[in-house]
């Protein structure tokens, strides 16, 4: 097992078949991976849509928050679960195509142990026009603070070192800051250019108001640990003479 695929999903019954089986398309035969759906607090017949192919794909497993939790502690606890060193996350509405997945897990592969993130930036976004404009804005002010250099942070698909990424201080919204929290660790970031479209089924979990207040507080919250990070010392044991 070398590569872990974590979906975060709430209510997205109409989206769990199609979206599994574009994984397996995008990368069976090139990977030896497992898919880890953290189903966070599903009302719908999320579940039920899991247990059933859970019947006839043994690479799928299951995770359930008994209440929801948001997107941050549904990917957090896929990453703890996962056995890969390598880990590829997608949001569980469709919109993220899995056809990215191989180029996002190669950028890791190929970078070395400088890499730290795969991070997938969106084109041709299918939101609405009010949407795009508040994505366009939260960017532009997160990276005139944080200085990430990225600039669509709210793109579900991205790759990622397991072990770097489970040693970061967690918060609610770790999610939204990878790239600056990656580079606070010293990693580098490759960007991979993904072609956005619209969800399967279903609608948004996330308003607005949802985002605003909580990404103020959250971005105050990554500059302070930025702020505060000091170079880690060089160790070395001195042994016994």
């Not at 994984?23 to 899991?50: F, H, K, P, W």
């Not at 990453?79 to 195509?97: C, E, K, M, P, S």
């Not at 009010?130 to 669509?152: C, E, H, M, P, Y």
């Amino acid at each position: 097992m070398n590569v872990s695929v974590v979906v975060p999903v709430r209510n997205e019954a109409g989206n769990v078949a199609p979206l599994i089986a574009e994984i397996a398309a995008a990368l069976d035969g090139r990977y030896a991976y497992e898919i880890i759906y953290v189903n966070d607090g599903s009302t719908d017949a999320t579940a039920e849509q899991l247990a059933a192919i859970m019947k006839q794909r043994g690479n799928l497993r299951r995770i359930d928050h008994a209440i929801s939790s948001g997107q941050s502690a549904a990917v957090r606890s896929g990453v703890r679960a996962a056995r890969g060193a390598i880990v590829a996350t997608l949001d569980g509405d469709g919109q993220n195509n899995p056809a990215f997945l191989p180029d996002l897990i190669s950028a890791i592969e190929n970078g070395g142990d400088r890499v730290g993130l795969a991070a997938g930036q969106r084109v041709g976004r299918k939101d609405t026009g009010f949407k795009k404009i508040q994505s366009r804005i939260a960017n532009s002010v997160r990276n005139a603070i944080l200085r990430d250099g990225t600039r669509d942070t709210g793109c579900g698909l991205k790759a990622f070192r397991r072990e770097v990424f489970l040693s970061m201080p967690y918060f609610d919204g770790l999610h939204r800051f990878l790239p600056a929290l990656m580079r606070r660790e010293g990693y580098e970031i490759a960007y991979v250019d993904v072609v956005d479209r619209p969800r399967h089924s279903g609608v948004s979990n996330y308003g607005f108001f949802d985002r605003l207040w909580i990404g103020i507080m959250d971005l105050a919250g990554v500059w302070w640990l930025i702020r505060r990070k000091k170079p880690t010392p060089v160790a070395i044991e001195v042994q016994r003479c």
